[in-house]
């Protein structure tokens, strides 16, 4: 296997994706193997991954939050929002109100820096949501940026059973 190297993303399966098409279009501009391993680490950074999470209740079974902040969370209408930096899952930011409502504050968050994000690809990567509250999300991001593509994915069960159903993920890359 001396013809295989392996490049920790950092970041969960949607965000492999991103650096694969990157690597990808890299591959068919005809960069060599060794310069593409080089803008793999670079574009590694520029992913951004993050989460909202409509119920901390999945959160409090796994463990991951206490009961006290689970109660707490459903009390006052607190939805988190999951980052990745680091390879590391943290809390970035708490969204309160209602899920809709909350679900727009954060879509407006993520892209409040229009010019800085790359329009080819979005992934929206979810657990336990209809077809219509897909279609809702989506609309709400083309009100913000237009995408050239946008991929629904379903949530891999590790997130999913963690972060629990009404969870979704805005996966997306920066410009350099």
């Given at each position: 296997?001396?013809?295989?190297?392996?490049?920790?993303?950092?970041?969960?399966?949607?965000?492999?994706?991103?650096?694969?098409?990157?690597?990808?279009?890299?591959?068919?501009?005809?960069?060599?193997?060794?310069?593409?391993?080089?803008?793999?680490?670079?574009?590694?950074?520029?992913?951004?991954?993050?989460?909202?999470?409509?119920?901390?209740?999945?959160?409090?079974?796994?463990?991951?939050?206490?009961?006290?902040?689970?109660?707490?969370?459903?009390?006052?209408?607190?939805?988190?929002?999951?980052?990745?930096?680091n390879s590391s899952m943290q809390v970035?930011?708490?969204?309160?109100?209602?899920?809709?409502?909350?679900?727009?504050?954060?879509?407006?968050?993520?892209?409040?820096?229009?010019?800085?994000?790359?329009?080819?690809?979005?992934?929206?990567?979810?657990?336990?949501?209809?077809?219509?509250?897909?279609?809702?999300?989506?609309?709400?991001?083309?009100?913000?940026?237009?995408?050239?593509?946008?991929?629904?994915?379903?949530?891999?069960?590790?997130?999913?059973?963690?972060?629990?159903?009404?969870?979704?993920?805005?996966?997306?890359?920066?410009?350099?």
């Amino acid at each position: 296997f001396d013809n295989v190297i392996v490049i920790d993303s950092g970041h969960l399966s949607s965000g492999m994706g991103l650096m694969a098409l990157c690597a990808a279009e890299a591959v068919e501009s005809g960069m060599s193997a060794e310069a593409i391993v080089s803008e793999m680490k670079s574009v590694r950074k520029r992913v951004k991954t993050s989460f909202i999470v409509t119920d901390t209740e999945y959160l409090a079974r796994s463990g991951r939050v206490s009961q006290n902040l689970h109660t707490l969370c459903r009390s006052f209408m607190i939805h988190p929002v999951i980052v990745l930096k680091n390879s590391s899952m943290q809390v970035g930011a708490l969204r309160v109100g209602t899920r809709d409502y909350a679900w727009k504050k954060y879509i407006s968050s993520l892209f409040h820096t229009l010019g800085q994000i790359d329009k080819k690809t979005l992934f929206i990567t979810y657990a336990g949501l209809t077809r219509e509250e897909l279609d809702e999300i989506k609309e709400l991001v083309n009100q913000k940026v237009s995408f050239e593509h946008i991929i629904c994915q379903k949530a891999s069960p590790a997130v999913a059973t963690n972060c629990g159903p009404g969870t979704f993920g805005l996966l997306f890359m920066m410009k350099d």
